[in-house]
């Protein structure tokens, strides 16, 4: 099983509230994901990081933004939460000589009121 | 536009059946193309993969056949059972990857 951890695992908050979506992993990967899923929908890529101190914007525009401090940890920042961004968040990591293998995390849903 | 577009969206199949969901690609230049399964509750966790050197890859009751001329590849689920119910997702690319929109297997016993 894969050594990767994502808290909250359901989170619901109301519209403004700033929130920090937690992602860890503890397979000393340098690149770490996050995705966004809704029912129906394929995984979007909003950030990526290839490692500390690296961090980009991925194919689906997100108000969100991630920081990359440590190889470990990659949270997921919202200022201001609204209705719009209630979805399933997906937290991934890859690396080593399996690096296109990616580990994913059992996600945060999100609903915001 | 959709780098990956992945059919059916749902498939039920009798226990001990072919389960077969079938993908399509766009870029050429595409050189990893992983399926994954997914529990309700749980992330997707990575089934079976292959490169486009190959034509097919298998591992257990689990086959993928690619055709890079076509851009297509397949997943075949051979001897379907019950505990393979599950939303499995195809993906491509190279670093960054671009994922189907998943299908939703039901294997009825």
């Known amino acids: 099983e894969a050594d990767i951890y994502q808290t909250p695992r359901y989170l619901v908050i109301g519209t403004g509230k700033k929130i920090t979506l937690e992602c860890s992993q503890t397979?000393?990967?340098?690149?770490m994901y996050w995705y966004q899923q809704d029912p129906g929908m394929e995984l979007h890529l909003i950030h990526y990081?290839?490692?500390?101190?690296?961090?980009e914007k991925g194919d689906l525009s997100s108000e969100s933004t991630v920081s990359r401090i440590r190889t470990e940890h990659f949270p997921l920042t919202l200022e201001s939460a609204r209705p719009s961004h209630t979805s399933q968040y997906l937290c991934?990591?890859?690396?080593?000589?399996?690096?296109?293998?990616?580990?994913f995390g059992p996600g945060t849903r999100l609903t915001v009121l | 536009q959709q780098q990956v577009k992945q059919s059916p969206q749902s498939l039920i199949v009798q226990k001990g059946g072919i389960s077969i969901i079938n993908c399509a690609y766009e870029?050429?230049?595409?050189?990893?193309f992983p399926w994954y399964q997914q529990f309700p509750g749980k992330g997707p966790a990575l089934l079976i993969a292959?490169?486009?050197?190959?034509s097919e890859k298998k591992e257990g009751r689990f086959t993928i056949s690619f055709n890079k001329s076509a851009k297509q590849f397949s997943l075949h689920i051979m001897d379907s059972q019950p505990g393979d119910s599950a939303t499995y997702f195809c993906?491509?690319?190279?670093?960054?990857?671009?994922f189907g929109t998943g299908t939703s297997l039901t294997v009825i016993p």
């Open positions: 991934a990591s890859s690396g080593g000589l399996a690096d296109n293998e990616q580990f």
């Open positions: 292959i490169r486009p050197d190959v």
């Open positions: 990081s290839y490692g500390v101190n690296s961090t």
């Open positions: 397979m000393g990967h340098d690149k």
């Open positions: 993906a491509a690319g190279g670093g960054q990857f671009y």
């Open positions: 870029n050429t230049a595409f050189d990893y």
